[in-house]
């Protein structure tokens, strides 16, 4: 079976433009959830989707958003892209239950200029 | 922030085993404790997780104390490619990541 996969691997923006990163989940899995990874703030959840619901949410500003497709593919804006923005990107898959086990893709690095 | 007490980093040499300690003492009981390691700049990868008993998979053997508050990560013949951050995490709906603790497996 596929793993979760994330498009593009690695991007570059100015300030102020605007991002939209993919993730295709495992098949199967009901469930995207969207992580963040800095030096200094390590990985921090930004939010998760099942079934095209938004069901949890991390403390993000509104720059940040999603949304999930019915064939549980998700994709994320970041908009006013700052250089703080500049991170890896993860998202997550699972079949969505409680305590069903998250398997992340390889990650989208974006660098803000 | 992570509820999740570990070393920040640890030695190991090739071949033997590595012993990764972690701290969780306000997991709830219906919570589970799940390890995950991430290689430099790769996505994190699901080691394995556990309630109260014991685990044991092809990659490592977890071993949970009686009262929960606290569990070992066993990799049993560490190789080089063992080299990563282990995170420990209490629960998943999301996952907490703290900062790990750095293995070095050294040749």
């Known amino acids: 079976k596929a793993g979760v996969t994330q498009t593009p691997r690695y991007l570059i923006k100015t300030r102020g433009q605007q991002v939209t990163l993919s993730c295709s989940p495992i098949?199967?899995?009901?469930?995207v959830s969207w992580y963040q990874q800095t030096p200094g703030q390590g990985l921090q959840f930004l939010f998760e989707y099942f079934s095209e619901t938004q069901r949890n949410k991390g403390n993000f500003p509104g720059r940040f958003s999603g949304r999930q497709f019915s064939n549980s593919r998700s994709e994320m804006n970041v908009s006013t892209l700052e250089l703080g923005d500049s991170a890896l990107y993860l998202c997550?898959?699972?079949?969505?239950?409680?305590?069903?086990?998250?398997?992340f893709g390889p990650g989208t690095r974006l660098l803000v200029l | 922030d992570a509820k999740t007490t570990q070393p920040p980093s640890m030695d190991c040499a090739e071949g033997r085993a590595a012993n990764l300690p972690c701290n969780h003492s306000t997991i709830s009981g219906n919570e589970y404790v799940y390890w995950y390691r991430q290689i430099h700049s790769q996505g994190p990868q699901y080691i394995i997780h556990?309630?109260?008993n014991n685990e044991t998979n092809e990659m490592a053997s977890l071993i949970i104390t009686e009262d929960r508050k606290s569990s070992t990560l066993i990799l049993p013949h560490a190789t080089l490619r063992d080299t990563a951050v282990y995170y420990c995490i209490e629960g998943n709906t999301p996952l907490v990541f703290g900062k790990g603790t750095r293995l070095s497996v050294i040749a």
């Open positions: 997550a898959s699972s079949l969505g239950g409680v305590e069903e086990t998250q398997y």
């Open positions: 556990g309630l109260k």
């Open positions: 098949s199967g899995h009901r469930s």
